[in-house]
């Protein structure tokens, strides 16, 4: 027999609804197949996907509502960027300085992800603070591509996709500040969703660029991502002054058709140099959409070659500011300095020095230097008015009858651990995915076929708080795509 975790969130909820299958079985089989994935019994190198996970399954379990019926994630075992606060295990971001780190309070979705049923069964593998694009920045080893063990999952949120994508469970949350969720669902050929800025709670997420962080979600399918996305969202006025006030209606929905919707491409996103493969299998999607009924139209957004160079200005920016707190007096580790003059600064520098790997320190620098006086306006401000134009790009075409645009999620699939060394050519492979974190639209990534058995995504980016649109193109091209998803 096939176990509940092979199978959708929607049958494992039903299963353990009516007693055919108890959260506790579910669970423990999940963390099983966690530890397999790690071992190298099939002489592949670890996956690493998990910073740590809780091995006291009943607690676990006891924890949610696991037990009872009627709830929406009832027994729905599920796994945690661990930078996303939680009382039972800790919440180190992939970091030196907080590596023995317990949150005296829980982040709002993991609330409410327990209140629905769901099992909180580890904490996943990031970049240092969510900084990067590959998991080889996290202090704790990176994670690995299930597809192919030598290439990165993607980042920073790589640990829950392959935890996702190797079948440890159906779904997970991740973070997104510019691509976070959607590049790596993308690399590891499952489903990646980043909510409308303000529609998911952002207490307990660790502060990185505190304007363009978002919590998001992974799936298997379409489906898996819906349920879990209909659970933790919606308005947190009492601790995320940020958050929007509105209900959100539900994004779980049939598969249907998409008659009368315009899906616009925008020629930004398919520059003459990307790889022809690439814009092949995206273009299977918007073939897809078509069979399905949707008009597809041609469009333009100017200032996408800006957004890249706007992000690692803003994001910098805010996480200096953020990541300020990290002075080993408040949090984490404290490194000292015994002997030297003036112990409070040495303290303070040995921490930091210390606590903080390279690239976290390279975005403080650039963060502290466009903020510095004198540089403010050439850098910060400018960078600002970019971000404005950005905004203005995607409301112009939305406001011309697009319902959303399709695009590649990334200009590769996963690539190989170090191969990318130069910064800079790192930010570079963000740039289809920063524009929505700067214009606070949602946005989510598909698979839409394969290249050398490399999964590749299709992104489809939709107005804010239009989620339950871009859910309902999402759910129309996989059911159209079928087995074209996940094939060359
Ligand atoms: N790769 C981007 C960066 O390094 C995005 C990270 C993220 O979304 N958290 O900043």
Redesign the pocket.
């Known amino acids: 027999m096939s176990s509940r975790l092979d199978g959708s969130v929607g049958a494992l909820v039903d299963a353990v609804q009516s007693g055919a299958a108890s959260a506790l079985d579910v669970a423990t089989e999940s963390i099983a197949r966690i530890r397999a994935s790690d071992s190298g019994t099939a002489g592949d190198a670890p996956l690493n996907a998990f910073v740590s996970v809780d091995d006291d399954v009943q607690s676990a379990v006891a924890a949610s509502s696991g037990g009872s019926a009627a709830r929406a994630l009832a027994g729905v075992p599920i796994a945690l960027k661990d930078n996303i606060a939680t009382l039972r295990l800790r919440t180190t971001c992939g970091s030196r300085i907080l590596e023995d780190h317990v949150s005296p309070f829980e982040a709002t979705v993991v609330g409410k992800l327990r209140a629905a049923g769901a099992t909180i069964i580890g904490k996943t593998t990031l ?1 240092e603070f ?4 590959s998991t080889e920045h996290s202090a704790f080893g990176p994670a690995r591509n299930p597809h192919d063990r030598d290439r990165v999952p993607g ?3 790589g640990g829950s996709a392959a935890a996702v994508a190797a079948g440890i469970c159906q779904v997970a949350l991740g ?7 959607r ?1 790596p669902a993308a690399f590891c050929g499952i489903v990646g969703v980043k909510p409308s800025y303000g529609r998911i709670s952002r207490y307990g997420l660790v502060a ?2 505190s304007s ?2 978002n919590i998001g979600v992974f799936g298997r399918a379409v489906d898996d991502a819906a349920r879990v996305f209909d659970v933790v969202s919606g308005p947190d006025a009492e601790h995320d002054a940020t958050s929007a006030a509105v209900e959100p209606e539900t994004v779980q929905q049939e598969p249907g058709r998409l008659d009368g919707v315009v899906l616009g491409l925008p020629a930004e996103y398919f520059p003459d140099s990307l790889d022809p493969a690439v814009r092949d299998r995206v273009m299977r999607a918007s073939v897809a959409a078509r069979a399905r009924g949707a008009e597809i139209r041609q469009v333009s957004l100017p200032h996408t070659a800006l957004a890249v160079p706007a ?2 200005v803003i ?1 910098p920016a805010e996480a200096s500011a953020n990541l300020s707190r990290y002075d080993g007096v408040r949090f984490g580790r404290r490194v000292k300095e015994a002997s030297a003059r003036d112990p409070l600064r040495a303290m303070y520098e040995a921490t930091r020095s210390e606590g903080f790997g390279p ?1 976290v320190t390279r ?1 403080i620098l650039l963060g502290t230097y466009v903020l510095s006086a004198g540089y403010y306006d050439a850098y910060y401000r400018r960078a600002m008015a970019v971000r404005d134009r950005i905004r203005a790009d995607f409301a112009s075409v939305f406001a011309s009858g697009v319902h959303a645009l399709l695009t590649p999620t990334t200009p590769t699939p996963a690539f190989k651990f170090g191969a990318i060394s130069d910064p800079y050519e ?2 570079m ?2 740039v289809f ?2 524009t929505a ?1 700067l214009a606070e639209l949602p946005a989510m990534s598909v698979p839409t076929g394969r290249i050398s058995g490399l999964p590749v995504g299709a992104q489809i980016i939709a107005p804010r708080f239009a989620e339950r649109a871009m859910f309902r193109v999402a759910y129309a091209l996989e059911a159209e795509l079928g087995g074209e998803a996940h094939t060359g």
């Open positions: 970049d969510a900084m990067g694009s980042g920073s949120s973070s997104e500040t510019g691509g976070s969720v590049q990185f660029a363009l962080d992000y690692y994001a690239e975005r790192m930010y492979t963000d995915t920063v974190n």
